[in-house]
């Protein structure tokens, strides 16, 4: 699994230092999100899972504690850490009372920030593995409600007004939010573990999921119908999690598919029926996903090939493995497989190599200054494009443009 990780504080070098320091020496595979302001962070926290946040306390405007309520109220699961320059003891009760995993003083070691956050990450991993959520959850459906879905996943002849009342005798209410359809997807000869998959669907939506129910199509597939009080990046980034989980837990691989929100004008029986074609490409060919349906039809684009085409594209704008998650519909940690496994050369590496080459080819006109080139390649201050560079080809910006200058 790929942790999403956000760093924020309203110093830069401080952002880019401890990303630095994630990036070269932390064992753990990450995507690392960057904010110097709450609001910043706010929005990327909007945009997808965050499962450990860094943040400072005195910040402009929002500080750090307020921040972290707003992350937990975006996702509940997320791990936070507080950064400070000093030791805020007077934060300590309310930092506990906010479920803060940990206190890090900016001034301290190298070694000893890694060694804590190692462990932390540490903690999250093995949380994914807890098996205590294996005994939690929705209770089985009873066979009323299980007779009355089946009806509507097979009965194509059901009117609009029978359908709302079915789906309420079920235990849905279609004017508290929107139900998702949901296939998910074993391997072709493996049974999925219903009991594991509603206990973590309910453990990890928590307070945000209404109501759900699970329906058995084959002994590989079900049929699941979501109602959250959420938006749709939260139901995409919690199964994320869930599927994680369960691999953690049990070794199951499941994949899902997402279908739009459902308008109960359409007959249930025809969302399945949708639903069931794509399962049985994915079938076919399993991957371990989650995937949306209205982009599954492209899953021809969303190769290799797209990718490398879509970074070359926009390779002077911020790439994350986020945002290239939203475009192509499939989760980060798929991406960053299909990519490895064709390429031999992770996706995150690919998208800064292609940066380094872009930034080389800019450095060979004479007309632009390095903070021409800073500004165009999209880096957000001279202090991490100086260490991007560093990192890259063991030399400083001017020495390296001095190099490749006499290279040519």
Known sequence: MIFQVLIVDDEPHVVE????????QCPYELELHAAYRAQQAIDIMKQGRIDLLLTDIQMPGMDGLALIREVHSLWPD???VILSAYSHFEYAYEAMNCRVAGYILKTEEEADILK?????????????????????????TDAVRQSLLMKMLYDA???????????????????????????????PGESIPDG??????????????LFMTLSPLTLER?????????????????????QAAILSTSGQELAFIVDQPWQLLTPLSQVRSKLKRSAEKLEARFDLCVMELDKFSAA???????????????????????????????????????????????????????????????????????????????????????????????????KYRAQVGMGE
């Open 196 to 209: 594991m998959l509603s206990s973590a669907l309910t453990h990890y939506m928590g307070e945000k999921l």
């Open 116 to 140: 804590r956050l190692n462990a932390i990450l540490a903690q999250i991993e093995a949380d994914l593995n807890h098996r205590e959520w294996r005994a939690m959850g929705a209770q089985p």
């Open 78 to 80: 997320c791990t936070t």
């Open 222 to 242: 079900f049929f699941l119908l979501l109602q959250p009080d959420a938006a749709e990046e939260f139901v995409i980034s919690t199964l994320e999690t869930v």
């Open 157 to 187: 002849q059901l009117t609009p007004e029978e359908t709302r009342k079915m789906i309420r005798d079920v235990g849905f209410d279609p004017d508290r939010g929107s139900l998702i359809p949901v296939m998910v997807q074993a391997r």
């Open 300 to 398: 021809g684009q969303v190769t290799v090939k797209f990718l490398k085409e879509y970074i070359a594209q926009h390779i002077t704008e911020e790439l994350s493995l986020v945002q290239l998650a939203q475009v192509t519909g499939y989760n980060t940690s798929y991406l960053s497989r299909i990519f490895s496994a064709e390429t031999h050369e992770p996706l995150v590496r690919y998208i800064a190599r292609k940066r380094m080459e872009l930034i080389r080819r800019l450095m060979l006109d004479p007309s632009l200054t390095l903070e021409d080139i800073m500004v165009m390649t999209h880096f957000n201050s001279r202090s991490y494009f100086n260490s991007f560079i560093k990192k890259e080809t063991g030399l400083s910006p001017k």
């Open 17 to 24: 230092s401890i990303s630095a320091l994630l990036e070269k």
